[in-house]
């Protein structure tokens, strides 16, 4: 309970202190698991949140929750999309299981104690299974060959060598797919002359002659998508084709 006596005497406090490399590699998969989290929850509802308040907030009351010695928490697409599925758009949900859980805490009742251990290491395990079977097996439909590959490479570095080896190797092979299809997105929508295009910016009488004088020398490129490096690279091959080919 929490309102016994505590004796600090009996606390290892040398083991408190969390090694830098463990410190930064559980700290990046957090900030990487909020955001996917926070991701299928803009997939699955439609809204919009914003990803660095989400961030801030979930920081600010983890930090507060551990300072009170609990258990912290995170968003949850999946109670998020039951809500907003049974009609709850509001707060009045979360604050009422918010209200409920620290109710539970402060009182100090040991439901846990009520529950035969063998139950709950079989739902531990049962958690565990469904989760390997959904990543190993059911997980080849949706992710692809390389996909299932990298996950069945992750499983044997997390076996071998822990969570953070695993992680790491994910987020590499992620960082590197990511922009190998980065490469291959086209960024021009259209390339005319200014001949083809009217703007509504309102100019001067003396700078519209100068520019309908000359729109044949005008050209006028329309872009779309994310301008990554391997974009940015086959349009500027294109520039450079397209000038060397009129100098000519």
């Given amino acids: 309970s929490i309102w016994s006596v505590q004796h600090p005497g009996l606390v290892s ?8 490399c463990s410190f930064l590699g559980l700290g990046f998969v957090l900030i990487l698991s909020l955001t996917l989290r926070i991701a299928g929850i803009e997939g699955s509802t439609g ?9 801030k907030w979930t920081g600010i009351a983890s930090a507060a929750a551990g300072a009170c010695g609990t258990v912290i928490g995170s968003h949850s697409p999946g109670l998020t999309t039951f809500n907003v599925e049974a009609g709850s758009t509001n707060v009045q949900a979360a ?3 918010a209200l ?7 009182s100090g009742f040991p439901v846990m104690n009520f529950f035969p ?14 989760m390997l079977q959904e990543w190993l097996w059911t997980a080849r439909r949706k ?10 490479v992750q499983v044997a570095s997390s076996a071998m060598y822990g969570l953070l080896p695993s992680v790491l190797v994910g987020a590499c092979v992620a960082m590197m797919t990511a922009q190998a299809q980065l490469m291959q997105l086209h960024v021009l929508k259209y390339h005319v002359s200014g001949a ?12 519209l002659q100068v520019l309908n004088s000359r729109r044949d020398l005008i050209e006028c490129l329309g872009l779309e998508g994310y301008l990554a490096e391997g974009s940015m690279i086959k349009l500027m091959k294109y520039l450079r084709q397209y000038v060397e080919f009129n100098r000519t």
């Fill in 196 to 207: 083809s295009v009217q703007t509504n910016m309102k100019r001067k009488p003396r700078e």
């Fill in 100 to 106: 409920l859980q620290l109710a539970l805490w402060l």
């Fill in 13 to 20: 406090w040398q083991l408190l202190p969390p090694r830098a």
């Fill in 95 to 97: 604050v009422l299981t």
């Fill in 143 to 152: 992710v692809g060959g390389l996909g299932l590959l990298v996950i069945y």
């Fill in 117 to 130: 251990r063998f139950l709950l290491s079989g739902i531990l395990m049962n958690l565990g299974l469904v």
């Fill in 47 to 55: 809204s919009v949140l914003g990803i660095d308040e989400e961030v």
